[in-house]
């Protein structure tokens, strides 16, 4: 999948993921009418709505970008038929050649992580059947408990050629609580990188490996560091426009030949409608709003990368 991922950042010459991390207070007034009159005001309703949204989204915009990041807790938030719009939005943007970044932050011990990751990136086994469950293409887990919550994601990578971004340096104020800390006068996010890296080696694609890693837009200084020490991991990089990333800011979180980032906008683009500079489309036509937001999102990191 990493092979794919590439292949759709070259043909598309757009190194971002549009976020799917659909609220409902983003959803325009008319589909939510729509939806809630189909289903009442119900978690039901408010699934649908969401659905309509991100569909809307997706088709104003799929042919300009290589990737989705749907985040798991904005479907959760409406539980079961949440969980099901979720699912649905998955297999729509792969129906659209797109590959899909679940954002679902798991790991846990062992057990827990090989669950988790035949859920997001494998088949179950029941009786004589194997199912996908939401299959999406690339899952984010979370480091924290080590190497085996980490080595069931990878087992499943390996068998269903799939990928994971590893959270290293997370792109919120309070980050640096934890993974800025020294240990043996090293970061730990350095430190985590360093281990990214290595479980990385064995899991080459044709010119960058499945394991990737989560290294936030706010913190660029640390991206340059972390570049060099993981030269072969893709890093996905949160936290451009609603958290303050600009396209200058990113220049070296990508490698010499352009490639080796992905830059994620959720907010920014999927709510664009509600920003001044894209208010002239109105609610009626928040895709299009979206669109204008993606195309101006390229033209930033494109032209700053060309002037490197
Ligand atoms: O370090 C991280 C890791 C993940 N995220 C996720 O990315 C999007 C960002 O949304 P915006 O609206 O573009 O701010 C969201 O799903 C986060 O959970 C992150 O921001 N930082």
Known sequence: MINKLVENIKKTGAPIVVGLDPMLNYVPEHVQKKA???????????????????????????????????????????????LVAFKKTVD????????????????????????????????????????????????TVN?????????PFI???????????????????????FQDRLIDGRPLYELVGEKVAAWGEECMGDEYSYIG????????????????IMPKAYILVPGYGAQGGKGKDLVHFFNEDGLGAIVNSSRGIIAAYKQEQYAKFGAENFGDAS??????????????LNNR
């Open 155 to 177: 087992d499943v990578c390996k068998e269903e050629k799939k990928g994971l971004f590893i959270l290293v340096k997370t792109s919120n104020p309070s980050s640096g609580e």
């Open 291 to 304: 669109r204008a937001a993606v195309e101006a999102m390229i033209a930033d990191i494109g032209g700053a």
């Open 143 to 151: 480091p924290y408990l080590g190497s085996d919550g980490i080595n």
């Open 213 to 228: 890693a989560v290294v936030g837009a706010t913190y660029p200084e640390m991206g340059k560091v972390l570049r060099k």
């Open 36 to 82: 809630f009159a189909e289903y009442g005001e119900t978690l039901e309703g408010a699934a649908e709505a969401i659905w309509q949204f991100n569909k809307e989204i997706v088709d104003k915009t799929y042919d300009l970008i290589p990737a989705v990041k749907p985040q798991i807790a904005m479907y959760e938030q409406f539980g079961v038929p949440g």
């Open 92 to 139: 729509y943007c792969k129906s659209k050649g797109l590959v899909v970044i679940g954002d679902v932050k798991r790991g846990d011990i062992g057990s827990t992580s090989a669950a988790y990751a035949v859920g997001h990136l494998g088949h179950v086994q029941v009786g004589k059947n194997r199912y996908a469950g939401f299959d999406e293409d690339f899952a």
